[in-house]
């Protein structure tokens, strides 16, 4: 084994304080392992691997996530409905009723 000084074995830690990584912030390291407190655009405050902020795994906390299946709910939702009053609307009055109560069956189960 070579007597090579402890730096050049040993890659330097890159600082990312204040970095902004997808919605994280880098607010600083944590202790002498390469890990970053980090706090996410919705407040969310958690602590990160540096390998995962650099190499772009982590992009939030999963307020994201959250945020889009909310708006693909939203809109698959209003899609139905405009879609069922447009049915009940050229359908006569017994038709529509009937109409309306298969679509009912149909989601409940």
């Known amino acids: ?16 304080t204040g970095l902004r990584v997808g919605k994280w912030t880098v607010i600083k390291r944590i202790g002498t392992t390469p890990n970053w407190e980090c706090v996410c655009e919705c407040g969310e405050i958690r602590v990160i691997a540096g390998r995962n ?34 049915n009940a609307a050229t359908a006569g009055p017994k038709q529509a009723e009937s109409l309306y109560a298969r679509q009912m069956r149909a989601k409940l189960f």
């Open 1 to 16: 084994m070579t007597d090579l000084p402890k730096t050049s074995r040993h890659r330097a830690l890159i600082d990312l």
């Open 53 to 86: 902020l650099r190499s772009g795994v982590t992009k939030s906390c999963g307020c994201s996530r959250k945020d889009a299946a909310l708006a693909a709910r939203a809109a698959h939702g209003a899609e139905w409905m405009e879609k069922r009053k447009n």
